[in-house]
């Protein structure tokens, strides 16, 4: 089945724009104002990872439907990361995002930091030797 990262939408109590407080000590991306809420998204998403990709054979399940702010940055993910398998090298290449501005510069660093933590992991979970 496919793996949705619980996490109801969450407005920012300042200024109400929808975000993840993804890391600790979490500023709003659109006021600045400081986040007291933590979640643990980046953590999250690497099960997701992992288990799509041992019962799909790729990180995008048979099925996806997006109905909230995270399934809409898994459903970045899993194309990004199944794309940069396909490349054969652990590269984030360029990409854009729709959206508010801040809401663009919100969902960047969140894959951001969920590539930093799981490139090294993206080509051995296809099989690709990497040749330095
Ligand atoms: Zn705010």
Redesign the pocket.
């Known amino acids: 089945m496919s793996y949705h990262i619980e996490h109801k939408d969450y407005k ?1 109590p ?2 109400s ?1 929808f975000l993840i407080p993804y890391k600790k000590d979490f500023r ?1 991306p ?2 600045n ?1 400081k986040i007291d809420e933590y979640f643990d998204f980046v953590g999250e998403m690497i099960i997701s990872l992992k288990r799509h990709k041992q019962d799909y054979g790729t990180y995008f399940p048979a099925a996806w439907g997006t109905y909230c702010l995270a399934d809409h940055i898994q459903f970045i993910i899993f194309i990004l990361f199944d794309g940069i398998a396909k490349q054969g090298s652990n590269e984030l290449k360029d990409y854009t995002v729709d959206g508010e501005a801040y809401l663009q510069k919100h969902i960047k660093d969140i894959v951001a930091d969920v590539y930093s933590a799981y490139k090294d992991e993206i080509l051995k979970d296809y099989g690709i030797v990497n040749q330095e």
């Open positions: 920012c300042h200024c724009v709003c659109n006021c104002n």
